[in-house]
């Protein structure tokens, strides 16, 4: 843990001796390196997951693309380098290498010097990015696109098939996972990305093991190529773990642009979600990615249009090659998804969507930066303000602007090691931030109060009551009405104020409607409730000159006990924290000073920056 970061009023103990003091880790589960191939063909030749490894525990590092000396702001706990599965180091082989046609026909050995050659030509003349597009694919719907990949394989004609490159990158990503793991002082978690996106509907996961490089080389990372459907993965992810002892864990991502599918009310085969297949997916994924590059996921002003918070880095656009309308479906974000899993939970037994939160960065550079002054983009290009306006050729209209420089994960582990981060990713003691290191403790319980506040170890007093962020909570029995909550935020220590707490609710009624609402519970400022209950906006510093603010207004640390005043005993709900900063320059801000533009392509100057916890669950004894 850095010891920047060791805030009094974040260093807990647990309540028994025999059990150690919990740390708050901050790390990225989402990175790319050159071995990924749309990192490679967008101007990734050189950061290799030994960069990754370097830039993330706080060494400077050569930038990829301009080459200049980079250096993250403040080290990460932990890493995972996550290349994706489906031809893993193999863009990045032929272009140095070539095509190894020794065991395959002359023909065949003809097509793959020419794929060979179209690729160098390309990457030298920056054009990379087409053969990553060409591959991409159409609109179409994306059950009937998963069947077809499924029966006849991910089509790729251009390219031959080098399953030994394969095969040797992931012993080279291993190795260097085991070579800079330091457990105690920074630990570097092995990882791949499952990239099914059929029809053009991401339901990309990162998987995460707690293995070492030698369990982690007895198996090869499943990809789109073996199959499209969560549910393969997840098979697979059950036999892998029987016979390696490996554990896993998988995060979905980027769900606000599955086109409704990555948290749908049936599956990908078009089945009804039953007890099943619910407890299949909350076996494997415990957690979900809220905030990264390509936006948020937390709600969509469509999906809540009575938060005036829910407008925050919406990212509308689409990945396949046609360009296609986007519009936000249910199944795209995480709050109507948490919703849609107690009406699920109501109808199959078991709720599918009980996940927690972190946030991660899917870089596609090895920098894992989300720093708003210190941000590379998500591609290589896109690391200088020249290339952010047409870095994408506006396909789809996304420029390096859209991008977000977003997020972190924070961990409450019991140390710093391979087997205490996944522990506390699968009880979901976690939650996600979009850039700043935003402290922050939550708590639910029976007869947790103000009294409960200036508790020595509030940890402990806390949990003796109740649970922490990622728990569940039954009826009392006690003859409580309802359960107390417990919110602690502290501002990143190099960072900005905090403008205020806000819990989120959601619930199902007895007639099978869910609903969700947005309550402020701290704030700073002490004239900014209204007569309407709302709060008054926080104010802003920022010097749209300069990129400078103060922390003239907000808050360093905000500390409430709330109850619901809406709770009813008989129906299951949810509660999760968000916490905003007040507002602070965007990077598209700090570019368009570089530039000497008035904006960088319309868009905002500032924002403001937030964290979001694991929710705590009420479940009724009887549902």
């Known amino acids: 843990m850095n010891a920047h970061y060791l805030v009094a009023t974040l260093a807990i103990t647990l309540a028994t001796p025999a059990l150690a003091q919990k740390q708050l880790l901050w790390g990225d589960t989402h990175l790319h390196t050159t071995y990924s191939s749309d990192a490679f063909a967008n101007n990734n030749l050189r950061a290799d997951p030994e960069s990754a490894f370097r830039y993330a525990s706080g060494l400077p590092t050569i930038h990829p693309y301009h080459q200049a000396r980079v250096q993250i702001e403040t080290p990460l706990d932990f890493l995972v380098v996550s290349d994706h599965a489906e031809f893993l180091g ?138 499209p459907f969560p549910e393969d993965l997840w098979a697979w992810l059950e036999t892998t773990s029987n016979e390696t002892g490996a554990d896993f864990i998988a995060i979905p991502h980027n769900s606000n642009i599955s086109k409704g599918y990555m948290f749908d009310d049936k599956t990908l085969r078009g089945e009804a979600i039953d007890a099943d297949y619910a407890a299949r997916r909350m076996k494997w994924e415990m957690i979900a990615e809220v905030t990264q590059i390509k936006g948020d996921s937390e709600t969509h002003p469509d999906l809540s249009p009575d938060d005036p918070f829910a407008e925050f880095e919406t990212y509308p656009f689409y990945i396949q090659r046609e360009t296609t309308p986007y519009k936000a479906e249910q199944g795209d974000y995480i709050r109507p998804a948490l919703r849609r899993g107690l009406a699920l939970e109501r109808s199959a037994g078991v709720n599918p969507y009980q996940f927690g939160l972190i946030g991660s960065t899917d870089a596609h550079t090895a920098m894992a930066s989300a720093e708003e002054d210190n941000f590379h983009g998500k591609l290589a290009s896109d690391s200088i303000p020249a290339n952010k306006s047409n870095q994408w050729g506006r396909n789809n209209g996304v420029t390096g602007w859209d991008m977000s420089a977003s997020g972190l994960a924070a961990v409450w582990a019991q140390d710093n090691t391979r087997e205490a981060i996944l522990a506390a990713m699968k009880r979901r003691e976690v939650y996600a931030t979009t850039g700043p290191r935003i402290g922050v403790q939550f708590y639910g319980g029976w007869g947790l109060g103000e009294a409960d506040l200036g508790a020595e170890n509030l940890y402990a007093q806390a949990t003796a009551a109740g649970v922490p962020m990622g728990g569940e909570l039954r009826p009392s029995g006690q003859g409580v009405t309802s359960p107390g909550f417990i919110v602690q935020a502290t501002r990143d220590p190099v960072g900005a104020n905090l403008d205020r707490i806000q819990i989120v609710k959601g619930w199902i009624d007895a007639g099978g409607e869910t609903h969700e609402k947005v309550f402020d519970v701290a704030w700073g400022g002490e004239d900014r409730l209204q007569p309407d209950g709302s709060l008054a906006p926080v104010g802003d510093t920022v010097d749209r000159a300069s990129a400078a603010y103060t922390n003239d207004i907000g808050e360093p640390l905000l500390i409430t006990a709330w109850s619901d005043p809406e709770f009813d005993a008989g129906q299951s709900a949810f509660y999760y924290a968000r916490v905003l900063q007040i507002p602070t320059p965007r990077h598209s801000l700090y570019d368009a000073i570089a530039l000497q533009r008035d904006s960088a392509d319309d868009q905002p100057d500032t924002i403001q920056e937030r964290a979001y916890t694991s929710p705590i669950w009420y479940h009724p004894l009887a549902q």
Do not use: C, M
Not at 174 to 185: S, V
């Open 90 to 227: 193999v863009i990045r082989n032929v272009y140095f290498e070539g095509v190894d046609t020794r065991d395959v026909g002359f023909i065949d050995g003809i097509k793959g010097d020419i794929a060979a050659w179209i690729l160098q030509r390309a990457v030298d003349k920056g054009e990379g990015r087409s053969l990553f597009v060409d591959v991409l694919p159409d609109a179409e719907d994306p059950q009937a696109a998963a069947q077809r990949i499924l029966d006849e394989g991910v089509p790729v004609g251009w390219l031959p098939p080098q399953p030994q490159v394969e095969i040797d990158t992931w012993n080279t990503i291993t190795g260097f996972a085991d070579k800079y793991n330091k457990p105690g002082e920074f630990t570097a978690l092995i990882g791949w990305e499952w990239s099914s996106i059929p029809g053009g509907a991401n339901l990309h996961r990162v998987v995460v093991t707690s293995a070492d490089a030698a369990t982690a080389q007895q198996f090869q990372p499943f990809g789109l190529d073996d199959s």
